[in-house]
T-cell receptor
Framework: DVKVTQSSRYLVKRTGEKVFLECVQDMDHENMFWYRQDPGLGLRLIYFSYDVKMKEKGDIPEGYSVSREKKERFSLILESASTNQTSMYLC???FGRGQPQHFGDGTRLSIL | GQQLNQSPQSMFIQEGEDVSMNCTSSSIFNTWLWYKQEPGEGPVLLIALYKAGELTSNGRLTAQFGITRKDSFLNISASIPSDVGIYFCAGPSIQGAQKLVFGQGTRLTINP
């Protein structure tokens, strides 16, 4: 079974802090994704990566950056956290084009 | 752009009832995916469909890939309390098949 592991289930940070969310997958998947999920807005893609050191903006990249130095690890960075970034963050990975994505358990991030 | 419309948005049923939900689009999809998300967890892949007309089962769940390629259906037979959650349909984006387009979800509530 595919395992996507997010480093924290719950995280509380303060406005202005630099925040790192980590995601690791164990299936040698090419593609990795970061989403945020808010009530009434569904799943929104922040960034994705289709190879090591490659990244592409999703639908809502503003205020975020990402890093993929190794194939199995994809990090989401909030450069200067703001209260409107309080949300559920979901990481996913997939093997290739048209293949299903497999999700981690999510990180519920609160910015105070 | 591509959109997936799920219906109904929410369902309130009695334990033991059968459930039907669907997902429609104005665009053709070559793959249909169904996910379930339980409260506080990440989405879990239930069924993947790759061929028009395909009917696939996973236990009490059955999903069909519509022959027009513009819709898909998910049925749950003899519902039980652990079926509670949000059910999402998804399909590859024309903007890059690594990405998925998600429906807004059908929230299922079961009265014991």
């Amino acid at each position: 079974d595919v395992k996507v592991t997010q480093s924290s289930r719950y995280l509380v940070k303060r406005t202005g802090e630099k925040v790192f969310l980590e995601c690791v997958q164990d299936m040698d998947h090419e593609n990795m994704f970061w989403y945020r999920q808010d009530p009434g807005l569904g799943l929104r893609l922040i960034y994705f990566s289709y190879d090591v050191k490659m990244k592409e903006k999703g639908d809502i990249p503003e205020g975020y950056s990402v890093s993929r130095e190794k194939k199995e690890r994809f990090s989401l960075i909030l450069e200067s956290a703001s209260t409107n970034q309080t949300s559920m963050y979901l990481c996913a990975s997939s093997f290739g084009r048209g293949q299903p994505q497999h999700f981690g358990d999510g990180t519920r991030l609160s910015i105070l | 752009g591509q959109q997936l419309n799920q219906s109904p948005q929410s369902m309130f049923i009695q334990e033991g009832e059968d459930v039907s939900m669907n997902c429609t689009s104005s665009s053709i999809f070559n793959t249909w995916l169904w996910y379930k998300q339980e409260p506080g967890e990440g989405p879990v892949l239930l069924i993947a469909l790759y061929k028009a007309g395909e009917l696939t089962s996973n236990g009490r769940l059955t999903a069909q890939f519509g022959i027009t390629r513009k819709d898909s259906f998910l049925n749950i037979s003899a519902s039980i309390p652990s079926d509670v959650g949000i059910y999402f349909c998804a399909g590859p984006s024309i903007q890059g098949a690594q990405k998925l387009v998600f429906g807004q979800g059908t929230r299922l509530t079961i009265n014991p």
